[in-house]
Nanobody
Framework: QVQFVESGGGLVQPGGSLRLSCAAS????????MGWYRQAPGKQREWVAA???????NYADSVKGRFTISRDRLKNTLLLQMNSLKPEDTAVYYC????????????WGRGTQVTVSP
């Protein structure tokens, strides 16, 4: 059974930075293209960033130029570097395979809370 464990969230002021990590059981990151997702209060979960098994990255327009997705193969970890954070980035952040907003998602982890506030 796949398990994702997200960490690294917290409270940060606008313009600040955070680095999120996602650990997973098994050989997930070599098997799937991976993504970060987020869900703000009262809103649906949305896709944020993706990285293919070949290392090709893609970003939602709302985070392009501010967020960077990467993988640490040695630590079997998915990362999301978030810079120039805005209040609208406040959400619970999750990792999962690409296309996880449909029926093909792997089990969701608990996510990690990111709050951007003065």
């Amino acid at each position: 059974q796949v398990q994702f464990v997200e960490s690294g969230g917290g409270l940060v002021q606008p313009g600040g930075s955070l680095r999120l990590s996602c650990a997973a059981s098994g050989n997930i990151f070599s098997t799937y293209d991976m993504g970060w997702y987020r869900q703000a209060p009262g809103k649906q979960r949305e896709w944020v960033a993706a990285i293919s098994r070949l290392g090709i990255t893609n970003y939602a327009d709302s985070v392009k130029g501010r967020f960077t997705i990467s993988r640490d193969r040695l630590k079997n970890t998915l990362l999301l570097q978030m810079n120039s954070l805005k209040p609208e980035d406040t959400a619970v952040y999750y990792c999962n395979r690409v296309d996880a907003l449909g029926p093909s998602s792997l089990p969701w982890g608990r996510g990690t809370q990111v709050t951007v506030s003065p």
